[in-house]
């Protein structure tokens, strides 16, 4: 996977990078105006969320945008970087144009909703609709223009000319062919939404328009639906108000690196347990535990933990692969501590309790720390002790003192979630200003520089995050239309061994998608379709996302597709040919404590 940060500079990017980041302050800024609002003055103000989600909508778009400048669109690039250099150029050309195809040709679409929302009115600011949904044709219209002008200046014309006639040419094959295809029933599934999707993907196109470009395909040339109804589906796949708090926790995880407050629990830690043997690999997996209590984010989180630890477990005689394999699969346990990210998606997508998910997510993510450290621990036997001592008394009550304002951050998070306190959104406005104030008056404090290249940054990841919600939700509901969710749920139910035969499937074909799709592609395609067969079977459905979010990540991290741990190997520098051959036995301890949560539903349940 790849997703670098290599903009243009170009000046078309300036005045987008400005107005995502100043939005991203707007909804902020609202948030916790309605807190205050609702929690000290009991004085609630209907508009503020009308205005957020209309302020939110332009954010992912206009970051989807910055993004596109910004090369960091989730991409597969495992197997371009396999092809012979003459190849790449062509492929790279190729993947430009299936994306500049997909914004063409959603481009008039976009705008007639414009007008078919101009005859809604808001219920609370009482305004057009249009305004909201013309955040749509506005970024794909940006989008568009952005990776006109990298083709432009990166790619060969002779590429671009080939693979524009390959694009052309298999266009009007598919439209000469669609009365057949109107007549193939599920194998156009296979076609389009496995076919073109795996082509794309394979080819390196960003993961959204790979999406995107399939459900657009499949409606196309194989069904009678407008294409206009794929703008409808993005927009209610990226427009829910639970996904509010995706770009502020991303935000979060940005003031946590940037503060050193996640240094302060890995030091705290490092003073507590750094003198026993395989006490460094407690450190680095309580670490991973307790910052994701704070960032929600993994890439944050293994960013902020390994530079802190790895010159010191060096030092004591760890291969830099074994460092590697703790990197990825601690990142790995860790997803289902709250406020991952990917709960929050599940939740919004699946109607998940988002406060029964944070309140059992701690105990799932606790059963996977206890098999890794018995490993860890296993494997630490020729761990060299020498000169290492137990910290003094001192060290360990000065570390605990400056941890102790980041330590309390992932409980007040989790207690006012689970407690039914504030809702995750409003908790992700609180801790990003708890954050800010901590930070500035304990741990340094940011530049105002510093701070606006974080709300440019935590707008274009969310905008490339909410992209793919928008294109998947379209993928999903164009693969429910088809009957196919249906005959899947008749499937399923009707398979030996009842439930327990459901959860291997599940844990196996999460696995599969979480190695090649990434998680949150994976939940907004399946979510839809495997929760209503698991309530149908009686199983709980915080149980059941614990089962499916642990899979994912297992699969997240296992080489040699796994994006997690191409990233844990770029964070600690270290060769995946190298590290893959370490990572296997930490990758069956976390399957070996998957199966025990999927076995034992009260690990999942038992603080509902």
Same mark, same amino acid.
């Given at each position: 996977?790849?997703?670098?940060? $290599?903009?243009?500079?170009?000046?078309?990017?300036?005045?987008?990078?400005?107005? $995502?980041?100043?939005?991203?302050?707007?909804i902020?800024?609202?948030?916790?105006?309605?807190?205050?609002?609702?929690?000290?003055?009991?004085?609630?103000?209907?508009w503020? *969320?009308?205005?957020?989600a209309?302020?939110?909508?332009?954010?992912?778009?206009l970051?989807?945008a =910055?993004?596109?400048?910004?090369?960091?669109?989730?991409?597969?690039?495992?197997?371009?970087?396999?092809?012979?250099?003459?190849?790449?150029?062509?492929?790279?050309?190729?993947?430009?144009?299936?994306?500049?195809?997909?914004?063409?040709?959603?481009? @008039?679409?976009?705008?007639?909703?414009?007008?078919?929302?101009?005859?809604?009115?808001?219920?609370?600011?009482?305004?057009?609709?249009?305004?909201?949904?013309? &955040?749509?044709?506005?970024?794909?219209?940006?989008?568009?223009?952005?990776?006109?002008?990298?083709?432009?200046?990166?790619?060969?014309?002779?590429?671009?000319?080939?693979?524009?006639?390959?694009?052309?040419?298999?266009?009007?094959?598919?439209?000469?062919?669609?009365?057949?295809?109107?007549?193939?029933?599920?194998?156009? !599934?296979?076609?389009?939404?496995? +076919?073109?999707?795996?082509?794309?993907?394979?080819?390196?196109?960003?993961?959204?328009?790979?999406?995107?470009?399939?459900?657009?395909?499949?409606?196309?040339f194989?069904?009678?639906?407008?294409?206009?109804?794929?703008?409808?589906?993005?927009?209610?796949?990226?427009s829910?108000?639970?996904?509010?708090?995706?770009?502020?926790?991303?935000?979060?995880?940005?003031?946590?690196?940037?503060?050193?407050?996640?240094?302060?629990?890995? *030091?705290?830690?490092?003073?507590?347990?750094?003198?026993?043997?395989?006490g460094?690999?407690?450190?680095?997996?309580?670490?991973?535990?307790?910052?994701?209590?704070?960032?929600?984010?993994?890439?944050?989180?293994? $960013?902020?933990?390994?530079?802190?630890?790895?010159?010191?477990?060096?030092?004591? +005689?760890?291969?830099?692969?074994?460092? !590697?394999?703790?990197?990825?699969?601690?990142?790995?346990?860790?997803?289902?501590?709250?406020?991952?990210?990917?709960?929050?998606?599940?939740?919004?997508?699946?109607?998940?309790?988002?406060?029964?998910?944070?309140?059992?997510?701690?105990? =799932?993510? $606790?059963?996977?720390?206890?098999?890794?450290?018995?490993?860890?621990?296993?494997? &630490?036997?020729?761990?060299?002790?020498?000169?290492?001592r137990?910290?003094?008394?001192?060290?360990?009550?000065?570390?605990?003192?400056?941890?102790?304002?980041?330590?309390?951050?992932?409980?007040?998070?989790?207690?006012?979630?689970? +407690?039914?306190?504030?809702?995750?959104?409003?908790?992700?406005t609180?801790?990003?200003?708890?954050?800010?104030?901590?930070?500035?008056?304990?741990?340094?404090?940011?530049?105002?520089?510093?701070?606006?290249?974080?709300?440019?940054?935590?707008?274009?990841?969310?905008?490339?995050?909410?992209?793919?919600?928008?294109?998947?939700?379209?993928?999903? @509901?164009? /693969?429910?239309?088809?009957?196919? &969710?249906?005959?899947?749920?008749?499937?399923?139910t009707?398979?030996? +061994?009842?439930?327990?035969?459901?959860?291997?499937?599940?844990?196996?074909?999460?696995?599969?998608?979480?190695?090649?799709?990434?998680? /949150?592609?994976?939940?907004?395609?399946?979510?839809?379709?495997?929760?209503?067969?698991?309530?149908?079977?009686? !199983?709980? *459905?915080?149980?059941y996302?614990?089962?499916?979010?642990?899979?994912?990540? !297992?699969?997240?991290?296992?080489?040699?597709?796994?994006?997690?741990?191409?990233?844990?190997?770029?964070i600690?520098? =270290?060769?995946? *040919?190298?590290?893959?051959?370490?990572? @296997?036995?930490?990758?069956?301890?976390?399957?070996?404590?998957?199966?025990?949560?999927?076995?034992?539903?009260?690990?999942?349940?038992?603080?509902?």
């Amino acid at each position: 996977m790849q997703q670098e940060t $290599a903009g243009s500079g170009s000046a078309l990017v300036r005045p987008l990078e400005i107005a $995502a980041a100043g939005l991203l302050v707007v909804i902020i800024l609202l948030l916790l105006g309605g807190v205050t609002s609702r929690y000290l003055l009991s004085l609630p103000v209907v508009w503020i *969320d009308e205005a957020a989600a209309t302020a939110f909508l332009w954010l992912a778009m206009l970051g989807a945008a =910055v993004a596109i400048d910004r090369n960091e669109h989730l991409r597969l690039t495992l197997f371009v970087g396999m092809l012979p250099e003459r190849w790449r150029g062509p492929v790279h050309a190729f993947g430009l144009l299936v994306v500049a195809t997909f914004l063409l040709v959603m481009a @008039w679409p976009a705008i007639d909703y414009i007008i078919e929302e101009s005859y809604v009115t808001t219920a609370a600011l009482n305004i057009r609709a249009s305004w909201r949904v013309a &955040a749509i044709a506005t970024g794909i219209v940006a989008m568009l223009a952005l990776l006109l002008h990298h083709a432009v200046r990166h790619c060969q014309v002779r590429h671009l000319v080939m693979a524009a006639a390959l694009i052309a040419t298999v266009a009007g094959l598919c439209f000469l062919l669609t009365p057949v295809f109107k007549t193939l029933g599920y194998l156009n !599934i296979l076609i389009f939404l496995i +076919g073109v999707v795996g082509f794309c993907l394979v080819a390196g196109v960003p993961i959204a328009f790979c999406f995107g470009m399939g459900a657009l395909c499949f409606l196309a040339f194989s069904t009678n639906v407008p294409i206009f109804v794929m703008i409808g589906r993005m927009d209610e796949g990226m427009s829910s108000l639970i996904l509010l708090s995706v770009p502020i926790f991303v935000l979060l995880g940005c003031v946590l690196d940037a503060t050193g407050m996640g240094k302060a629990i890995v *030091d705290f830690l490092a003073s507590l347990l750094g003198h026993v043997r395989a006490g460094m690999s407690y450190v680095l997996l309580g670490s991973l535990f307790l910052v994701s209590g704070i960032s929600g984010s993994k890439v944050s989180d293994m $960013a902020t933990v390994a530079p802190a630890l790895f010159p010191e477990m060096k030092r004591r +005689g760890y291969q830099p692969k074994e460092l !590697i394999a703790l990197l990825s699969t601690g990142a790995a346990m860790a997803e289902t501590v709250p406020p991952s990210i990917v709960l929050i998606v599940l939740g919004s997508v699946a109607g998940v309790s988002i406060a029964g998910l944070f309140t059992n997510g701690l105990m =799932v993510a $606790a059963v996977l720390l206890a098999v890794l450290a018995v490993l860890a621990r296993w494997r &630490a036997r020729g761990e060299v002790l020498g000169g290492v001592r137990r910290a003094p008394l001192a060290t360990i009550g000065k570390t605990a003192l400056i941890a102790g304002p980041a330590l309390l951050l992932p409980f007040l998070i989790r207690g006012a979630v689970g +407690g039914g306190v504030a809702t995750a959104t409003e908790v992700s406005t609180i801790a990003v200003l708890y954050a800010l104030i901590v930070g500035v008056v304990l741990y340094g404090g940011i530049s105002w520089k510093r701070f606006y290249g974080m709300l440019v940054e935590t707008a274009a990841l969310s905008g490339a995050i909410l992209m793919i919600l928008g294109t998947a939700s379209a993928m999903a @509901w164009a /693969l429910t239309q088809t009957g196919f &969710a249906r005959d899947l749920a008749v499937m399923m139910t009707g398979l030996p +061994g009842g439930w327990i035969t459901f959860m291997a499937v599940t844990i196996v074909v999460f696995m599969i998608l979480g190695c090649v799709l990434e998680g /949150l592609p994976a939940i907004v395609l399946m979510a839809p379709l495997m929760f209503p067969i698991a309530k149908n079977l009686g !199983i709980n *459905d915080v149980h059941y996302s614990m089962v499916v979010v642990t899979a994912m990540n !297992i699969g997240l991290m296992t080489p040699p597709i796994g994006i997690g741990f191409y990233i844990a190997c770029k964070i600690g520098n =270290v060769p995946p *040919d190298e590290a893959m051959g370490a990572i @296997w036995p930490y990758l069956l301890a976390l399957l070996g404590g998957l199966i025990i949560i999927a076995g034992v539903p009260s690990f999942s349940t038992m603080f509902l």
